[in-house]
């Protein structure tokens, strides 16, 4: 594939933005909340990538079936993503149960099943969240990213009416395995290990509905797990039973196969020396406006902000290696951190080039591990200025 080339968004690219999205879309001026009013946009500009898979419509199907969210299209005060654009890292089988029942079970004193109809009764709102998968790269614009509304029941509220004894530490998560599928890309059938104190700080809960309605299929229907803050490979879908399990057991597939994307140090023998699969503070940019103003050619870069346990507005971004860190000028401080956060900077380059922008918090007290290692970092290039 030959370099594209830097472009502003045109007729042509317009065009080919169904084939090679990173040639974005242009953004109706209108839907821009800070307009300026000195300023007329004319278009996006690329980021330096190689054309990946299409946004926003269903790739494939079962295990291999995919959605990857377009993110470049986010605007200032966003807050969840639309049902049929929230990203799909395994679609839903054909073959799930009609009738459907989570068990929760072992070491608990009162064994029982709790039906639809009984998990319906218990929902209650429980949030604005975001996913995101663990595997989540550039290659797919970080479209494996979205914020939805839930609700759904505590996984502790189902623990204490089982009556979960004192020596469970820990509590399995385990969910529908349909082993009659073949996958060219996915280790069939999910579960977790979570303690029982990690489950509880993060007010992880069984979701049944998403968004106003019930779950959809792709997204787990009729029941999933949400752990706020944790990465998606730990948001279980299709669940089918509850676990009280103890100290010593052993770490799931799942967790193994996700142990290098989750931060693990090296291959941790039991599941209780796992680290929790949090995801840390970041940001990513995801649009780059070009603009006219007052005559000469500005730059808008336009970024979401999340992950991690504590709100910051701390976040800066860098141009060029040796260049200077300035802080994001719009960057909103969230109330909380388990959605996401729009900020925008308006950038002037000194000349035509080619730019990496990178992004970090600068408050050492927040931890940055994946910021630290220039994942999320973009690249334009740039011929006006
Ligand atoms: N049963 C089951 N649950 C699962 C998975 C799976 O393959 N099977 N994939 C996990 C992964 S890796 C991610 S990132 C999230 C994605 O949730 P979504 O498809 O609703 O976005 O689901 C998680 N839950
Ligand atoms: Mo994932």
Same mark, same amino acid.
């Given at each position: 594939m030959a370099d594209p080339g830097p472009r502003l968004v045109g007729r042509r690219t317009f065009a080919r933005a169904a084939t090679a999205p990173f040639a974005a879309a242009l953004v109706a001026p209108? =839907? =821009?909340?800070?307009?300026?009013?000195d300023g007329q946009l004319l278009g996006v500009l690329p980021f330096r990538v190689r054309p990946g898979p299409p946004f926003d419509r269903k790739l494939?199907?079962? =295990?291999d079936g995919r959605l990857f969210t377009d993110l470049s299209t986010l605007q200032p005060g966003q807050g969840v993503t639309d049902t049929e654009r929230f990203f799909i890292r395994t679609a839903a089988s054909?073959?799930?149960?009609?009738d459907w029942s989570v068990s929760v079970g072992g070491l608990v004193t009162r064994p029982q099943s709790f039906n639809l109809r009984t998990l319906t009764d218990l929902t209650v709102p429980s949030g604005t969240h975001l996913i995101e998968c663990?595997?989540? +790269? +550039?290659?797919?614009?970080?479209?494996m990213l979205s914020v939805a509304e839930w609700a759904g029941v505590q996984v502790g509220h189902l623990l204490d009416r089982a009556g979960?004894?004192? +020596? /469970? /530490?820990h509590v399995l998560v385990t969910g529908f395995d349909d082993e009659s599928e073949p996958t060219m890309t996915s280790i069939p059938g999910a579960s977790w290990i979570f303690s029982r104190d990690d489950l509880e700080r993060a007010k992880s809960f069984l979701a049944v509905r998403m968004n106003g309605a019930p779950l959809t299929p792709d997204h787990g229907a009729p029941v999933r797990l949400i752990v706020p803050g944790?990465?998606?490979?730990?948001?279980?879908?299709w669940v089918t039973g509850i676990e009280a399990v103890p100290g010593d057991a052993v770490p799931t597939s799942q967790m193994r196969e996700y142990r290098s994307r989750t931060h693990q140090?090296?291959?941790?023998? =039991?599941?209780? +020396?796992?680290? /929790?699969a949090v995801i840390d503070t970041t940001a990513t940019p995801v649009r780059i406006e070009k603009w006219l103003r007052r005559g000469r050619p500005a730059y808008r870069v336009v970024g979401v902000m999340w992950g991690g346990p504590t709100p910051t507005n701390a976040l800066q971004i860098r141009f060029a290696a040796n260049g200077p860190w300035v802080a994001v000028e719009d960057c909103p401080r969230p109330t909380s951190t388990t959605a996401w956060t729009v900020w925008s900077h308006w950038w002037q380059p000194a000349e035509p080039g080619r730019y990496d922008l990178v992004l970090k918090v600068a408050d050492p007290a927040i931890r940055t591990r994946r910021l630290d290692i220039f994942y999320y970092v973009r690249t334009v290039d740039i011929v006006d200025v």
């Open positions: 209108s =839907l =821009l909340r800070q307009e300026p009013a494939g199907s079962g =295990l054909p073959r799930l149960p009609a663990s595997g989540n +790269d +550039d290659s797919v614009g970080f479209g979960v004894r004192m +020596d /469970a /530490a944790w990465y998606g490979c730990a948001c279980i879908k140090r090296g291959t941790p023998p =039991l599941a209780r +020396d796992y680290e /929790a």
